[in-house]
């Protein structure tokens, strides 16, 4: 029961998703008895990074055609080094696009938003994040072959390390449909979804300028920074800020919300999170029920108070 | 241009989900149902595209008769027919398959989805529609123009975005961006009379094969009560965070 991986690269360089991913298809490889053989399209990172997380075997895909992404390509070109039947994706915006159209072209069953490793290999059983983080599924694949795609930050990075060999494949699909015009890059940003802590803020903070001391906390945390709904509605922030039932679900080590009620579309895209902050001056926010750790008071106050003492701890 | 809008039938936003007692299924009793968010996001664009371009808008759904006051509400906000697949879905792959059954025969230029739905989170459909096809896709996509035979879509990546010109026929699969909240559409009376007479075609499902089956489902389990800490003694948070929870 050869085992497959997705290892995910932005510009060649691996993801935490990547690592994330091949330590999942190392865990489901380790209950079947077999090795992992993780794919990667064009990277330039050495493979002992996926070694490190339990990857036997890496395939480097190098094809000129795929230089900017398309799913269909990319779907075409993990097909053709792909000879297994358990594929594991990370659950990226470029992997769950990949990972459908892989599945149709194998005939394939496709489970998304995978959250543990697997109750069973045969038949292949998994839960998985559902009803927007209100509930759980466990899905059952039928048939030989399965595609299951990791929700981030749910099976964590764990190092596993193997002795591994590289294959370079040299492929050359064709890539006529789609053609990037442009790609633009934040520098220096955490991406939202990777991030292990997240500092969000909503409508209590009465106004963009007063974001900066969101900012600086997470800085300090090394955090990234969401919003709520109402918050990138209004444009007081970018719409990639939004978390919640119709922005981004994540689900972080730490999220610290600050001037958010808490409404069931909010907590919907949060609620996976490990631990909740609330800081709100309002004491009836529903948000707190939902909270491991609470502070009632002034965010204005609270937050550069805050801030000073956890740059005392970090040092 | 022919544009098919994929809409989903799911619970309002701000449903509690509850399973059945012996956990084999979502519990149905006392929800409302609602266009899925992100489908309205890839309906407005193609609304907005019938008065700019003239396009014609088709919606589709995959459901049985419990399903039609959703797509009645998707003809008044202003798609010009629909189409309804008489099945109670099971998973992405027979949602998928019955769309591109009706796909294939419709000619369309255009095929919009929302990036996923909120009752199952699955995100397959779009892809595994476009694969069926053999079209291109584009997914998380943020913004979108028409011209001719071709399509610009700019799509989120993390950290980014990107612009692509795509050849059509294409599936598109759009979220919040695609256009703006402020621009959704509420149906006016006007819409909501002329949505009764509008065709909604009912065509039986093509096949039954499902790929993947939901065996349970668990509600999420309630945290301890939350503790509090006073915002003048700050310190005991950070505490609590490096010692008790371990995050900092």
Same mark, same amino acid.
């Not at chain 1, 995910?8 to 935490?16: C, D, H, L, R, T």
């Not at chain 2, 459901?63 to 009645?72: K, L, Q, S, Y």
């Not at chain 2, 695609?178 to 007479?197: F, Q």
């Given at each position: ?315 | ?101 009706? &796909? ?6 255009? $095929?919009?989805? %929302? +990036? #996923?739905? =909120? ?5 397959? /459909? ?22 001719? &035979? ?6 989120? $990546?993390?950290? %980014? +975005? #990107?612009? =692509? ?5 294409? /599936? ?22 002329? &949505? ?53």
């Amino acid at each position: 029961m050869a085992v497959f991986v997705y290892a995910e690269n932005i510009n060649g360089v691996y993801k935490k998703a990547a690592f994330e991913a091949v330590a999942y298809a190392k865990a489901v490889a380790d209950q079947a008895g077999d090795t992992v053989t993780a794919i990667s399209v064009n990277p330039t990172d050495s493979s002992d990074l996926l070694y490190k997380y339990g990857a036997s075997n890496v395939i480097n895909i190098k094809d000129e055609g795929l230089k900017s992404f398309s799913a269909k390509a990319y779907a075409q070109a993990v097909s053709e080094v792909a000879n297994g039947n358990i594929i594991v994706f990370p659950h990226t915006t470029d992997a769950s696009s990949i990972a459908p159209m892989l599945a149709v072209m194998n005939g394939f069953a496709l489970i998304t938003n995978a959250l543990a490793a697997p109750e069973s290999l045969s038949p292949f059983q998994v839960k998985r994040r559902a009803f927007s983080g209100k509930g759980f599924m466990h899905a059952k694949a039928e048939g030989n072959g399965v595609i299951v795609t990791v929700s981030q930050n749910a099976f964590g990075v764990k190092e596993n390390a193997v002795s591994g060999s590289e294959e370079v494949k040299n492929l050359s699909v064709a890539n006529e449909d789609t053609k990037v015009i442009s790609h633009e890059q934040s520098s220096g940003k955490l991406d939202l979804k990777e991030a292990e802590v997240v500092v969000s803020a909503g409508r209590g903070m009465k106004g963009p300028e007063n974001w900066g001391m969101i900012e600086e906390l997470a800085n300090v945390l090394g955090a990234a920074t969401a919003c709520s709904k109402p918050v990138s509605d209004i444009g007081w922030r970018p719409h990639t800020e939004h978390v919640g039932q119709t922005g981004k679900a994540i689900s972080p080590n730490l999220y610290i919300a600050v001037g958010i009620s808490g409404a069931i579309q909010h907590l919907a895209g949060v609620n996976s999170s490990k631990t909740i902050v609330v800081i709100n001056s309002d004491a009836e926010a529903p948000f707190f029920k939902s909270a491991d750790y609470g502070v009632v008071g002034d965010a204005f106050q609270i937050i550069p108070a805050l801030t000073e003492k956890i740059k005392a701890i970090k040092g | 241009m022919k544009i098919l809008v994929c809409i989903s039938s799911v619970p309002d936003t701000t449903s509690k989900i509850n399973f059945t007692a012996d956990k084999s299924a979502f519990d149905k009793n006392g929800i409302q149902w609602v266009i899925n968010p992100l489908d309205e996001f890839a309906l407005t664009k193609a609304v907005k595209l019938q008065e700019s371009q003239g396009a014609t808008v088709t919606v589709i759904n995959v459901g049985d008769a419990g399903t039609e006051p959703v797509i009645r509400k998707a003809l008044a906000i202003g798609a010009n027919d629909a189409v309804r697949v008489n099945l109670d879905p099971k998973d992405s792959f027979s949602t998928a398959k019955e769309i591109a059954a009706v &796909a294939q025969n419709g000619g369309y230029d255009l $095929i919009l989805c %929302g +990036k #996923e739905s =909120i009752d199952y989170n699955g995100g397959s /459909v779009p892809g595994m529609v476009a694969q069926l096809l053999n079209q291109p896709f584009v997914n998380a996509s943020v913004g979108l123009d028409v011209n001719g &035979a071709e399509a610009t879509a700019v799509r989120e $990546i993390e950290g %980014g +975005k #990107e612009t =692509i010109s795509v050849k059509l026929p294409a /599936v598109i699969a759009g979220q919040k961006g695609l256009v703006d909240e402020k621009d959704l559409i509420i149906p006016n009376m006007r819409g909501i009379m002329s &949505a009764r007479t509008k065709p909604l075609q009912v065509v039986e499902p093509t096949s039954s094969e499902v790929k993947v089956q939901g065996v349970s489902y668990d509600s999420v389990p309630p945290r301890a009560a939350v503790k509090i800490v006073s915002p003048d003694n700050l310190d005991e948070l950070v505490r609590l965070l490096h010692e008790e929870a371990k995050v900092i």
